[in-house]
């Protein structure tokens, strides 16, 4: 009998551009070899410009998806993108906490790629609040890290926070490792940098690509989660997640108006073994 494949289970919300959400992370998880178990937060209805609107699904419906796979199979990681409410959120802290040895990855997402509001203050402070103390990699873009690590008493111009502060907050939040990825910076290059607990754990510099992608949090958080599934170190995960996300970048493509998306079956190891055989 073969041996099954590492087990992810996503929570995130359906994509009907099939760009990003539930869709992203099933694709990028069986493309790196492991068994997706997609657990619906919401519906959208978005395309790949923007998202137009959002239908989180009753909370209990979203804790009884996850219960019943979780007590059928073997789950390695759990990976969160888009969670809908508050209830939600809330649902799924109490179903991950019942299985703490599973490791979480947390993709934070408050805006779509065009900045449309996809998670309320309310939603943030339930995520600082009960996810954010469960995370072992928590996977924000710049602006999501400064909106999610901001402080209203003492910072004057959330926009402007540090982000090496942003990093150390989550990890007095709870988080064990923070991923902070550098594509919305003014910089040349994109440099995505990890921290833990001790600091900076690696900066890694990549070649900024000249579109605009739908997509490519949702594809790093998952491969990140995948890997780890498959007995990779966090850093090992981390740098070679990126090095999958930014080739899936590389050779996206455009479906239609808006944004380019990620092309998750093509990787090199994926050509050479085509070839090989």
Not at 34 to 51: R, S, W
Not at 168 to 175: K, P, V
Not at 181 to 189: A, D, K, L, P, V
Request: net charge negative.
């Amino acid at each position: 009998m073969l041996q099954p494949p590492p087990i992810v289970l996503s929570f995130a919300a359906n994509d009907p551009s099939g760009g990003a959400g539930i869709q992203a992370d099933s694709m990028t998880i069986a493309s790196l070899g492991g068994h997706p178990l997609p657990i619906i937060t919401a519906i959208t209805i978005q395309d790949t410009a923007g998202v137009e609107d959002v239908l989180p699904l009753d909370p209990e419906w979203v804790a009884d998806q996850a219960r019943a796979v979780l007590e059928d199979m073997p789950v390695h990681v759990f990976k969160i993108g888009l969670l809908g409410s508050v209830e939600i959120i809330a649902a799924i802290a109490e179903v991950i906490s019942d299985y703490p040895a599973i490791p979480l990855v947390l993709d934070p997402i408050v805006t779509s790629g065009r900045g449309d509001e996809l998670a309320s203050e309310d939603m943030m402070d339930a995520m600082r609040e009960l996810l954010l103390p469960q995370v072992t990699v928590l996977t924000p873009n710049s602006m999501e890290a400064r909106q999610l690590a901001q402080n209203e008493e003492e910072d004057e111009n959330p926009l402007n926070l540090d982000l090496v502060l942003c990093a150390q907050r989550f990890i007095e939040m709870g988080c064990e490792n923070v991923l902070i990825s550098g594509t919305h910076e003014n910089t040349i290059q994109v440099t995505n940098t990890l921290f833990n607990e001790d600091g900076i754990v690696r900066t890694d510099n990549w070649e900024r690509l000249i579109h605009s992608y739908h997509g490519s949090g949702c594809t790093l958080a998952s491969a990140i989660a995948v890997l780890l599934a498959k007995g990779m170190t966090i850093n090992e995960s981390v740098y070679k997640a990126q090095e999958y996300t930014w080739q899936t970048l590389n050779a996206g493509f455009r479906p239609g108006m808006g944004q380019y998306i990620p092309n998750r079956f093509f990787s090199h190891s994926l050509q050479k073994n085509i070839v090989d055989e």
